[in-house]
């Protein structure tokens, strides 16, 4: 399979990962909202437990949107978003770790995490917008340590600006007319 149309099929099938982004951004805000109503540690198990959900949801979007939310079974950049979810469970150890000498670095940590693993997401979607979103999560974060904001600061950036930038990768995906049906190898 060409590595354009690899692109463009996982851009069609996940739309363009928006989907994904849009379902992460929203987790982000219940996890705030959890902070101001209940805990710290409530708001972090928020995040962690929702986060297993990101995908399904993801992918059961994809389908109400009409995307097949299936990439073809020869695109060898369905490896690559796999093995990119690596980066999130090393970046959770560590920030669950950080955790319980300083709480308020929990979701910067985060931040910093997932905006690594988008900066990979240009390779799997074609999409050049993941790498604005990678670093303003990443500087996000840094910022937030920096400044020693409050904890639920992150989260609220964290989910803020997924949604947002979720919105222009649907945009950008839409303008993807290729269908993945006309990727066969």
């Keep these: ?8 099929d996982m851009n069609f099938s996940y739309f363009g990962g928006g989907a994904g982004v849009l379902v992460s951004g929203i987790i982000w805000c219940i996890a705030g909202i959890t902070a101001m109503l ?3 540690q409530s708001s972090m198990l928020v995040l962690f437990f929702g986060g297993m959900f990101i995908h399904p949801l993801a992918l059961l979007l994809s389908k109400v949107l009409k995307r097949s939310g299936k990439h073809q ?6 490896k690559l978003a796999l093995e990119s979810t690596i980066i999130l469970f090393v970046g959770l150890f560590l920030a669950f ?3 319980k000498l300083k709480v308020e670095w929990f979701f910067p940590i985060m931040l910093m995490t997932i905006g690594v693993r ?3 997401f240009n390779t799997l979607y074609g999409i050049k917008t993941y790498w604005i979103l990678g670093a303003a999560l990443m500087f996000s974060g840094m910022l937030c340590i920096l400044l020693n904001t ?3 600061i992150g989260a609220f950036i964290g989910g803020i600006t997924e949604v947002i930038f979720s919105l222009v990768i649907f945009k950008q ?3 993807s007319t290729l269908k993945s049906t006309e990727y066969k190898a």
């Design 1 to 8: 399979m060409n590595f354009k149309f690899a692109q463009s």
């Design 150 to 152: 409050n904890f639920v």
């Design 73 to 78: 079974q020869n695109n060898p950049l369905g």
């Design 97 to 99: 770790f950080v955790a």
């Design 118 to 120: 988008y900066l990979i």
């Design 173 to 175: 995906s839409s303008a």
């Design 38 to 40: 209940y805990s710290n």
